[in-house]
């Protein structure tokens, strides 16, 4: 099972809490993880990435094992960790301003 962390809007959206288990088959990947979350939780779609091209929102970022796994291919393997279920995948919105 991957464990999934929600940002406080997308747990208030789902009414689902802080983190979700997700059933996600390998190869484990941005992508499958979003993919599952936005089947069983089809009320975030859209809210993560976007709907057509499947893009990163641009306030979101991915973290897995204390590193930013935003920018990198959303097909790329996750850490062994993340799929073995020790280590959270994180959704976080980033915040802008100054």
Request: hydrophobic share 45%; proline share 8%.
């Amino acid at each position: 099972m991957i464990r999934v962390v929600l940002p406080y809007h997308l747990q208030r959206l789902a009414n689902a809490g802080r983190v979700v288990e997700l059933e996600v088959e390998p190869p484990v990947s941005q992508r499958s993880i979003l993919d599952a979350l936005e089947a069983r939780y089809p009320m975030l779609r859209g809210t993560v990435r976007h709907r057509a091209t499947g893009e990163r929102q641009p306030f979101v970022r991915f973290f897995a094992c204390n590193e930013d796994f935003s920018l990198t291919s959303p097909d790329a393997p996750l850490p062994d960790a993340v799929v073995q279920g020790k280590e959270e995948f994180m959704i976080v919105g980033a915040m802008a301003g100054g």
